[in-house]
């Protein structure tokens, strides 16, 4: 019997052995997926995805569990768009709503799918010229400001950041184009932050950006907490129809990464170690209307 036993367990070794020598050092696991057909894969997102470091995260976590690699191009909302447009990239992580939805309707994107969710916020000097602390709405916050004539630093580059801005100074009634006060970057949202604190002035942004970029500038959250401003992010694919060049199975790979469990779980968790609270809050799957409530 001790002999059987023998034979059989080193039978079972063998046999192990000869299949890890059958299937090769290169072969798909999970450690090492199947090379895609065609594995490169362009990515245009807003700045905030990269100034707060989340990119750094998941992308590398995308690559390994895929295959593809990743060009990534960070740039305002509006201009990720327009590259979608002209079929300059493959995929999109975008947060300016109302643009996705036309820029869907007009056939340039597929497959939008809601990612999560974050809130900008109104920063500025201590001193805070305009009092504007603790005031309930940015409506209110902006008009103080324009009051005031307190400098505020837009990003000027058609960012959800700066749409988002457009809204707000609608809603005052006020148009700040031209005046004295009123500046803009024409940069991404870490580098106006940069711009703001040196010039003791205010500006909005995404809090993502904002906890990242903080030790690097000397401004303060002064108002926050509206519903109006709320930061939604979904990723899309582009419309494989406007160019041939377009990787279409690489897009949905990783619309479908974006919203997978795993994924979502290392966004929930994203920046609470360092910043004692998380950068941004999970939603896929979630009724959009209801996020911020």
């Known amino acids: 019997m001790k002999k059987l036993a023998v034979l059989i367990a080193l039978f079972g070794i063998l046999s192990m052995a000869c299949a ?139 960012s959800g950041t700066e749409q988002l801005e457009k809204k707000i100074w609608k809603l005052t009634g006020i148009d700040p184009a031209n005046q004295s006060w009123y500046q803009q970057t024409g940069q991404g949202m870490g580098a106006t932050l940069n711009v703001a604190s040196d010039k003791a002035a205010y500006t909005i942004s995404d809090r993502a950006t904002y906890l990242a970029t903080k030790s690097r500038t000397s401004l303060d959250i002064l108002v926050e907490g509206d519903k109006d401003l709320v930061n939604i992010y979904h990723v899309m694919q582009v419309n494989p129809q406007k160019s041939a060049k377009i990787n279409a199975d690489g897009a949905k790979a990783f619309v479908d990464f974006m919203v997978s469990k795993s994924t979502q779980d290392t966004v929930a968790k994203f920046g609470v170690d360092k910043f004692g609270q998380a950068l941004f809050f999970a939603d896929a799957g979630k009724d959009e209307t209801k996020l911020g409530q």
Do not use: C, W
Request: glycine letters at 10%.
């Open 20 to 158: 890890g020598i059958a299937a090769g050092p290169g072969a798909p696991s999970a450690a090492n997926p199947p090379k895609p057909a065609n594995p490169d894969l362009i990515l245009a997102t807003t700045t905030s995805t990269q100034d707060s470091g989340l990119l750094d995260v998941i992308i590398p976590m995308f690559e390994q569990q895929t295959g593809y690699k990743v060009k990534t191009i960070a740039v305002g909302t509006g201009a990720a768009m327009t590259m979608g447009e002209r079929g300059e990239a493959d995929v999109l992580l975008v947060h300016a709503p109302d643009s996705e939805v036309k820029f869907v309707k007009d056939g340039h994107g597929i497959n939008r799918q809601l990612v999560m969710h974050n809130d900008f916020i109104i920063v500025g000097p201590a001193a805070d010229s305009a009092k504007i602390k603790g005031v309930k709405t940015a409506k209110e916050a902006l008009q103080k400001i324009a009051g005031a004539k307190a400098v505020f630093i837009s990003r000027g580059d058609n």
